[in-house]
């Protein structure tokens, strides 16, 4: 089994800046992609950011310039750095891990950490 434990959500004003953390741990084959996605009450969630076993990232056009996601494979851990925060980017952030074991990819989700923007 995997565990993914988020850290860093909190409230801040418009314009601020905070940064996520999200370390795996566990039994674990091989963690293949990890990255970020969030949800806003009453709707679906949504993809963020993604980061590659290879150090590879990528984030959605929605947070483009003011988010960058990355990792640190020997940590286990992914993190999403927020600059210039607006409102509409208030949600819950879960991490995301795509994990193959004997051949199978499993995914896994961590428990969700808030994110408040006030403007």
């Known amino acids: 089994q995997v565990q993914l434990v988020e850290s860093g959500g909190g409230s801040v004003q418009a314009g601020g800046s905070l940064r996520l953390s999200c370390v795996a741990s566990g039994t674990m084959g091989r963690i293949n992609a990890m990255g970020w996605y969030r949800q806003i009450p009453g709707k679906g969630r949504e993809f963020v950011a993604h980061t590659g076993s290879d150090g590879s990232a990528e984030v959605d056009d929605s947070v483009k310039g003011r988010f960058t996601a990355s990792r640190d494979n020997v940590k286990n851990t992914v993190y999403l750095q927020m600059n210039d925060l607006r409102p509409e980017d208030t949600a819950v952030y879960f991490c995301?891990?795509?994990?193959?074991?004997?051949?199978?990819?499993?995914?896994?989700w961590g428990q969700g950490t808030q994110v408040t923007v006030s403007s």
């Open positions: 995301n891990a795509m994990v193959v074991d004997y051949g199978l990819t499993r995914a896994y």
